[in-house]
């Protein structure tokens, strides 16, 4: 066997353990085998000449990250890949935060204050409770609030005087 074909066969060697390394929970074992191809492979382009081992210490050096990125590119969409990682979150209508759009219609609304804003609390406007920003420091709970500005989710309120 030539040095030539032995390299290319422990690097095609050391790309196979590294994605195996991925999918099948080892301890490290297949990574240390994974090392020793590339090891082996570099010392084979040396055996050719000195400008081929160099030649194969940057291949070694591309190969490795190249690998990894492939195999975490492919992980996700494997039957095992979607079993060991999480789906992203669902999105329910009606949870926490309201989008930006409704928001933009509560601007001008009167609500009551639920829990203290201190300044960041509760109000309920209309059956709907948000969270508030007030204004200027604190506001009692019970107190009336009128929405004066939309900034992205966030409501901010001031406090309206009862004149009686």
């Given at each position: 066997?030539?040095?030539?074909?032995?390299?290319?066969?422990?690097?095609l060697?050391?790309?196979?353990?590294?994605?195996?390394?991925?999918?099948?929970?080892?301890?490290?074992?297949?990574?240390?085998?994974?090392?020793?191809?590339?090891?082996?492979?570099?010392i084979?382009?040396?055996?050719?000449?000195?400008?081929?081992?160099?030649l194969?210490?940057?291949?070694?050096?591309?190969?490795?990250?190249?690998?990894?990125?492939?195999?975490?590119?492919?992980?996700?969409?494997?039957?095992?890949?979607?079993s060991?990682?999480?789906?992203?979150?669902?999105?329910?209508?009606?949870?926490?935060?309201?989008?930006?759009?409704?928001?933009?219609?509560?601007?001008?609304?009167?609500?009551?204050?639920?829990?203290?804003?201190?300044?960041?609390g509760?109000?309920?406007?209309?059956?709907?409770?948000?969270?508030?920003?007030?204004?200027?420091?604190?506001?009692?709970?019970?107190?009336?609030?009128?929405?004066?500005?939309?900034?992205?989710t966030?409501?901010?309120?001031?406090?309206?005087?009862?004149?009686?």
């Amino acid at each position: 066997m030539s040095w030539f074909l032995l390299a290319c066969v422990l690097y095609l060697a050391c790309a196979i353990l590294i994605i195996a390394e991925v999918f099948i929970p080892s301890g490290g074992l297949i990574s240390v085998l994974a090392i020793i191809c590339v090891i082996g492979g570099v010392i084979a382009c040396f055996h050719i000449n000195t400008f081929v081992g160099f030649l194969g210490i940057i291949v070694a050096i591309i190969m490795i990250p190249g690998a990894l990125y492939l195999t975490y590119r492919i992980l996700p969409n494997t039957r095992f890949g979607k079993s060991v990682t999480l789906a992203p979150p669902e999105r329910q209508e009606g949870d926490a935060v309201p989008d930006t759009s409704e928001l933009k219609e509560m601007l001008g609304e009167i609500g009551i204050v639920i829990s203290p804003l201190r300044p960041v609390g509760m109000c309920n406007f209309s059956g709907q409770r948000l969270e508030c920003v007030a204004e200027s420091g604190y506001v009692d709970k019970g107190k009336k609030i009128k929405v004066i500005k939309i900034e992205s989710t966030q409501l901010t309120v001031r406090l309206i005087e009862d004149i009686s």
